[in-house]
């Protein structure tokens, strides 16, 4: 279970604007102890670590999507992640206004890529149906973000869902 006082830690200290790899410790300790070795770089499968801020490693999710493979952790040599059976990260998607149904135009393409079915379609009367994303089943695995012909997903931390 993620520790919920870690998280808010973690959550204040957060300035860059992609977000770590999953199971990473704080901020704080990530960016005093990370050696930007790219080792994680490396080591992912889906090649969404991409080298941000300081040239620290992040998530670019306009990448492709996370496994959750464990692989970044398993390659990192100063130890900077949490272990595998304990949340990944407290990431979920969010919709925005830009997606094409609000313009009534049909567009499915987030919901098929989605695994756990945390995006559902609900038909509208006289229009096309508009994704709805129930952020308890989503895992903050990406998969979404990429596959938006207009870039209307973003993912973001739990607590800014409703801003
Ligand atoms: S868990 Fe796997 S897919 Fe996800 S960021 Fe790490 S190496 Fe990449
Ligand atoms: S992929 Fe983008 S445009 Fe298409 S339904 Fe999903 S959010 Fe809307
Ligand atoms: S981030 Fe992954 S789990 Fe969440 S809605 Fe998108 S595809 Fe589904």
Known sequence: MFDRSRRRLFMRRRTPDLPRMPWVISEAEFSERCSR????????????????????????FG????????????SCPEHLFRPQTEAAWPIVAKIGEGCLAHQKIECRSCGDM????????????????????DS????????????????????????QEEE
């Not at 990448?63 to 398993?74: I, L, N, W």
């Open 37 to 60: 070795c790219n080792r994680c770089v490396e080591a992912c499968e889906t090649q969404i670590i991409a080298k941000g801020d300081g040239g620290f490693p992040a998530v670019d």
């Open 63 to 74: 990448r492709g999507e996370c496994t959750f493979c464990y692989r970044c952790a398993e």
């Open 114 to 133: 989605c695994e756990v079915m945390a995006i559902r379609f609900r038909l509208q009367p006289g229009g096309v149906a508009l994704p709805e994303l």
């Open 136 to 159: 308890s089943s989503c895992t903050g695995c990406g998969a979404c973000v990429s596959v938006c012909p207009v870039s209307a997903i973003t993912m973001v931390f739990e607590e």
